[in-house]
């Protein structure tokens, strides 16, 4: 994740499900995961790319969620 957070480093926080994306919850920053095709099977690994990022905002602790 160090090469992708939008401002070099933040630390991963908690994980989430939603749409058919996986968000990755740092303290300054949330990544928003996917593969594009969302199907009954869930996600594949092999096709994800970073679909949205938010600076700025993150959670304190998983327990935020």
Avoid: C, E, K
Wanted: no cysteine; charged share 10%; hydrophobic share 45%.
């Amino acid at each position: 994740m160090g090469g992708i957070w939008p401002n070099g480093q933040d630390r991963v926080v908690a994980l989430a499900a939603f749409n058919g994306d996986i968000i990755v919850f740092g303290t300054n920053n949330i990544v928003f995961w996917t593969d594009g095709q969302p199907s009954a099977l869930g996600i594949s690994p092999t096709s994800l790319y970073i679909a949205d990022t938010v600076t700025g905002v993150g959670a304190v602790t998983q327990h935020a969620m």
